[in-house]
């Protein structure tokens, strides 16, 4: 792959959604560190965007996302760099999780990712030169309990950007795909609940304790600020991984457990890990 150029002026453009908190609020602020121009973009628009500009963007809305580009496009000239990390994640069970709630978790992580691709792959593929980072999740490489339509659609994101990236080589386009384990984020506090999980739920008593192992995990995850640093040097870098896995040791390591052990027993492991009963009561 041949070596980004800069503009005219030596300024490397980036752009970074879901940039108002989390991973995508670290990341604009430690490319900003690294001297890229930063447009962070989000629904909403933070109290501090900190020194970057910022775009308000709906990934969800085509409309939104062509004007978006269009207006960092005209400003800065290009973009070097995207960062796609809007998503959102509603907990419940996969029986009985509600049409609208898969749909918004499949148009923002999955679609959403796809629509900035596709918008800033023209001036990308004009200019011979890009890079799009596309943030997955473990989820996206194992289904995890309680957050199936999550997991669809991070797998989507996975397919879709292995499927990108071979198309995209010659153009000397380069995708990369960064799958966190636990970061301890925000979405501990906001995390939602699906409204089809009534308090009558046969799953009520597993999703409370998945749900506890998960706010657990995350605690003591990896901070926000370190994934950051990860996606800054494959920014930086002259010829990255295709995927990342940053977070801690033993869920770094389970993707590759994923493939060395029966798939029974695997299952079994994480039932135990998210303190699943493992049997059905009456």
């Given amino acids: 792959m041949r070596p980004r150029a800069a503009s005219a002026n030596g300024e490397r453009v980036a752009l ?3 940039a108002s908190s989390g991973i995508g609020r670290a990341a604009a602020a430690a490319l900003a560190a690294c001297g890229w121009r930063v447009f962070g973009a989000a629904r ?13 963007l709906d990934v969800r809305d085509a409309d939104s996302v062509r004007r978006c580009v269009s207006e960092v496009e005209t400003s800065a000239g290009r973009i070097d760099l995207l960062v796609n990390c809007a998503g959102i994640v509603i907990g419940g069970s996969a029986e009985e999780m509600l049409p609208d709630e898969v749909l918004d978790q499949v148009q923002t992580n999955l679609l959403g990712t796809m629509r900035m691709c596709q918008a800033v792959l023209p001036g990308m593929r004009a200019r011979g030169s890009g890079r799009m980072v596309n943030v997955g999740s473990l989820a996206g490489l194992m289904g995890l309990p309680f957050q199936s339509a999550y997991s669809a659609s991070k797998y989507g994101i996975e397919g879709f950007s292995e499927s990108l990236q071979i198309e995209v ?15 301890a984020t925000e979405i501990t506090a906001h995390r939602l609940t699906s409204r089809g999980m009534g308090a009558g739920s046969p799953y009520g008593s597993d999703y409370a304790r998945a749900m506890r192992s998960q706010a657990e995990g995350e605690a003591q995850g990896w901070s926000p600020d370190r994934c950051a640093r990860v996606i800054a040097r494959i920014a930086q870098a002259r010829s990255p991984r295709f995927r990342y896995t940053p977070g801690p040791l033993v869920e770094r390591l389970s993707p590759v457990a994923r493939h060395l052990i029966p798939d029974r027993l695997f299952l079994r492991i994480l039932e135990g890990f998210y303190g699943m009963s493992g049997s059905r009561r009456p």
């Fill in 16 to 18: 970074v959604t879901g």
């Fill in 169 to 183: 080589r010659s153009f000397g386009i380069r995708v990369v795909v960064v799958d966190p384990g636990d970061i």
């Fill in 44 to 56: 909403r628009a933070p109290a501090d965007a900190g020194p970057r500009s910022f775009m308000v």
